[in-house]
C-alpha cells in the first residue's frame, strides 16, 4: 500500500490507473471503524482499486467545535487499510489542501443552510470545497458515502449534479453497534455515561418506526414521539429532530418514500447524528 502526503503525487498515481479498470474512492476523516471500513468493503468488491483519504478537514469545523479534540489515529488507519486491501492512502497536512492564498470554496446554495448546515454555519461550504479538492484529485470511477452523514450526501449528490462530474455516488448503509449507536469516530469521545445516554438517539428512530409501523403517517406526529424519547434522557441536549425530503431536505409534512428523519443531539460537548428514511417499497429503514 502506498501513502501519499502530497496531492499531486496522489493525482498522478490515480490518473495511471487503466481507465478501463474502476478506481474506488473512500473520503474519510480518519479514526476509522466499522462504518468506515464497510465503505471500503463495497469498494474492494466492485473496483479494480481502491483509495483512501484520511483528513481531518478545518474548513468544516466552527470556531467553537471540536476540531483539536477529533480523534487522530493515522498509523492504525492505515494498518486497517493495508490488511483491507487498499492500493493507496491520501493523508495530507491542511497546508498541501489549503495552501497559503487559498481562496476558493463551493456552496451549495440553499442544501448548506439546513439540518446540520443549520446550526453549524459554513459547515457543508467546508464539505463542499474539501469533496470537490478530493474527487478533483482522485477522479474515481465511484466514491463512496456513508449514510450516517445524509444531509452531507445530499449535498455531495447535488454537487456532483451541478457539476456534471464523472463520478458515481454510492451510499452505504448505516452500521451499528451491538445496542444500535451509529458508529462514529466521536464516540470515542465520550464518558461511559454519555455513550450509554447515546442510546437514546437510535431508540427515538425506532420509537418513530413503530408508530410508523402503527399507521402513523403525520411527520409531525412522528417527531413528537422522537423528540420526547430524546427529552426523556437527562444525558442528551437535542440539537435537532426533522422530517425532511431525503433529496433537497426540506420539511415533508408525511413520511412517505423518499422521507429522511434526521437528528442531532449533544452528549455532553460531543455532538452525535442519526437518521432513518422511508423507502421506495414505503417502509421504515433504521
Known sequence: MEIFQDPLPFQAWCAAVDRESALGFVPTMGALHQGHLSLVQASLRRDAATAVSIFVNPAQFGPNEDFDRYPRTLAQD???LEEAGVAVVFAPAAEAMYAPGDA???EVLGLESRLDGGSRPGHFRGVATVVLKLLQLAAPTRAYFGQKDAAQVAVIQRLV???FL???VVVCPIVRERDGVAMSSRNAMLSPAERAAARALPLALRRMGDGYEAGE???AALVALGTATIAAEPGLRLDFLQAV??????PVEHAVPGALFALAAFAGATRLIDNARVDADAAWRL
Do not use: F, G, W
Not at 245 to 250: I, K, S
Open 78 to 80: 492505515c494498518a486497517k
Open 104 to 106: 476558493t470554496r463551493i
Open 161 to 163: 449534479r451541478d457539476l
Open 166 to 168: 464523472p463520478v458515481e
Open 217 to 219: 403517517r403525520s411527520a
Open 245 to 250: 425530503d431525503a433529496e433537497t431536505l426540506l
